[in-house]
Every structure is written in structure tokens, then in C-alpha cells.
């Protein structure tokens, strides 16, 4: 009995090592395939007020999404389009809740810096001037221009305004200031930001930006 337990052991010790060594490289892929995953924004937000950081929140939705975005809406020729053609204009490239006479649109601008102050500067383009406004990022404008998040997203309006908080002080104390001191007047930058237009009344054309970028195409 002992000579053939002493046979068949080398067998069986080989063996074991095989399904030690062999399961072993799977057991981690299904433990790291469970514990790491990505969810979408409103699969996120969904969970309620209670279990969302906002500011967690909206520091994904800045970096991942917002600045990894295309965007090829021209200012000046969406202007153009929306003084012939308003309603289709906002239909088509325009972004807002409800029904309203005004829609957010996130577009880029190119052109020349002038009259830069701490709260902004003027860009020139070939059609006229935007202002920049790097100091009042406040309301929804960049939250309803990205397109990237909706109000059935969340619990509440309030829950809904606690990520439009969350994102403009993001932009505005964290990532546009370092930005905005490295421009001076005469640089040519590219703008990328929120623009408000209305049907109802000519809006000055003032540009919440998410990102400045010194130098053109």
C-alpha cells in the first residue's frame, strides 16, 4: 500500500500545482473584472443626492468627457445660421430644457486677445468680438451646452443644480484660471465654451469657457 501511494504522489503533486498555477491567472481576471468596472453619468447620478459627490462628479464629467469632446460648431458660423434660420439652428445644434425662447450651444472661437482684465478678455474673430467671461461662470450654461447630462438624471431640480455648482467652481477656480494668465493681449488662442442665443432679444456674446488654448489651427 505504501509502495503505491509512493507511485501515484508524484502524479498527483503535479497535478496540483497545474490547477494551482493554471486557475490561479483566472481567479484574478474575474476578481479584478468584478471590482473594476465604469458606469454611464446617469446610471451614476441615479443613485441619489445622499450617495452622489458632485464634486467627484463633476470633475469626471470636466475631464473625461467635456475636454475629450469634438467640437467643431464654429462661432461665427453659427451666428450666421442662426440670424437666417433660428429655429432650425437651435433644433439642430443647440441644447436646452424645455420650451423656451433661448438655447446653450458649446462652440469654439478663434481669433485675436484684447482688453484682458482678471475677469476675462475680448476675442476678435473675422465676424466681430466675444467676451470671455472667466470670473461670473455661474448657472447652467455650460452644464445644458455640453448636452452630457439631463434633468431625468436626477431625484430633484436641486440635485440637478448641485452638479452645475459642482462643475463651474471646477472650471472656474481650478482649470481656467492657470489658462487665463498665460494669454496676453495680441495672442491669437482658441476658445472652446458655452454660448447663449435668443430668439426673443440680441444677448451680448459673452462665452462661459471651458478651455483656452494659446495658439490657432
Known amino acids: ?7 501515484i504522489n508524484p502524479s498527483v503533486h503535479v497535478y496540483q500545482k497545474w490547477i494551482k498555477w493554471g486557475l490561479l491567472p483566472l481567479l484574478c ?22 450617495n452622489v459627490d458632485f464634486t467627484l462628479l463633476a470633475d469626471s464629467l470636466y475631464h473625461k468627457a467635456i475636454l475629450r469632446g469634438t467640437y467643431d460648431l464654429n462661432a461665427d458660423q453659427l451666428l450666421a445660421a442662426f440670424e437666417a434660420r433660428p429655429d432650425s439652428t437651435m433644433a439642430k445644434y443647440g441644447n436646452r430644457l424645455g420650451i ?34 472667466t470670473k461670473y461662470i455661474f448657472g447652467n450654461a455650460i452644464r445644458d451646452a455640453s448636452g452630457l447630462v439631463k434633468l431625468t438624471d436626477f431625484k430633484t431640480n436641486a440635485e440637478f443644480n448641485k452638479l452645475s455648482e459642482a462643475l463651474n467652481d471646477l472650471i472656474r477656480e481650478k482649470s481656467i484660471p492657470t489658462q487665463h494668465s498665460n494669454i496676453s493681449d495680441g495672442d491669437l488662442v482658441k476658445v472652446t465654451g458655452a454660448l447663449k442665443l435668443s430668439k426673443k432679444a440680441k444677448e451680448e456674446l459673452r462665452i462661459q469657457p471651458v478651455s483656452i488654448e494659446k495658439g490657432m489651427e
Open 100 to 133: 423656451g425662447q433661448s438655447s446653450f450651444f458649446m462652440v469654439t472661437v478663434q481669433g485675436t486677445v484684447s482688453q484682458k482684465s482678471q475677469g476675462g478678455f475680448v476675442i476678435h474673430t473675422d465676424r466681430g468680438e466675444y467676451l470671455v467671461d
Open 29 to 50: 481576471l474575474f476578481v479584478l473584472y468584478n471590482s473594476v468596472y465604469f458606469r454611464k453619468l446617469s446610471t451614476m447620478t441615479k443613485v441619489g443626492a445622499g
Open 1 to 7: 500500500m505504501n509502495t503505491a501511494t509512493s507511485q
